[in-house]
């Protein structure tokens, strides 16, 4: 039932690995996002996109890339994982009002 | 960029009390949004205001638009315990397609039973 679901809710890893965070969902919305939430607590866009087209990209390394297979879904994939990486992440979707967010995915990097 | 000033950026108060928080914007938005987000979990929409001037209630909370469009408040009447967490503002100005969100830095209210 949940309307925006990301997996996994916590992730651990060595610096220098490559990781995947899912999102999906069913509220048939078509604008996904991934925000990054710092320890301070602001919430940073990332990547937006439009029924599967990148809309929005800010500055964010090339590390991270989005991928949407289809409009219910956005993954967030990271190559070389970096101490600052260290951050929550947030997916959410939106049709055109207030944006749905996920619970959120705890990304920690040792 | 835009940026959000979001205040106070912390309050701790007695439960029963009510509480009033703000933000402005360095420019003009079209949409402002309030959002409460509890530890472990995303931000969940409070109250949406879509145009300049307007309030807006859902129960003990109250939200309004600024007639400048640069910014907006949300009060809480009354206080009770699982009023704690973050609460975050968010403006949005339609450009594109679709407009990006942005967020203020986030009001963390303990209340104290």
């Known amino acids: 039932d949940t309307a925006v679901s990301q997996t996994p809710k916590y992730l651990v890893t060595q610096m220098g690995n490559d990781k995947s965070i899912k999102c999906e969902q069913n509220?048939?919305?078509?604008?996904m996002y991934w925000y990054k939430q710092d320890s301070k607590k602001f919430l940073k866009i990332m990547f937006s996109?439009?029924?599967?087209?990148?809309?929005i990209n800010e500055t964010v390394p090339n590390r991270f890339s989005p991928k949407s297979p289809d409009k219910a879904h956005l993954n967030l994939h990271i190559n070389s994982l970096e101490l600052g990486d260290s951050a929550v992440y947030f997916c959410?979707?939106?049709?055109?009002?207030?944006?749905?967010f996920g619970s959120g995915t705890r990304l920690t990097v040792v | 960029g835009q940026q959000l000033n979001q205040s106070p950026q912390s309050m701790f108060i007695q439960e029963g009390e009510d509480v009033s928080m703000n933000c402005t914007s360095s420019?003009?938005?079209?949409?402002w949004l309030w959002y409460k987000q509890d530890p472990g979990e995303g931000p969940v929409l409070l109250i949406a205001?879509?145009?300049?001037?307007e309030l807006t209630s859902n129960g003990r909370l109250t939200a309004q638009f600024g007639i400048t469009r640069k910014d907006s408040f949300l009060n809480i009447s009354a206080s009770i315990p699982s009023d704690v967490g973050i609460y975050f503002c968010?403006?949005?100005?339609?450009?594109?397609?679709?407009?990006?969100?942005?967020f203020g830095k986030g009001t963390k209210l303990s209340v104290k039973p």
């Open positions: 959410a979707s939106s049709q055109s009002l207030g944006y749905t």
């Open positions: 509220l048939g919305h078509d604008t």
């Open positions: 996109y439009n029924n599967k087209e990148l809309i």
């Open positions: 420019s003009i938005f079209n949409t």
């Open positions: 205001l879509y145009k300049a001037g």
């Open positions: 968010a403006g949005r100005n339609y450009g594109g397609s679709q407009g990006n969100l942005i």
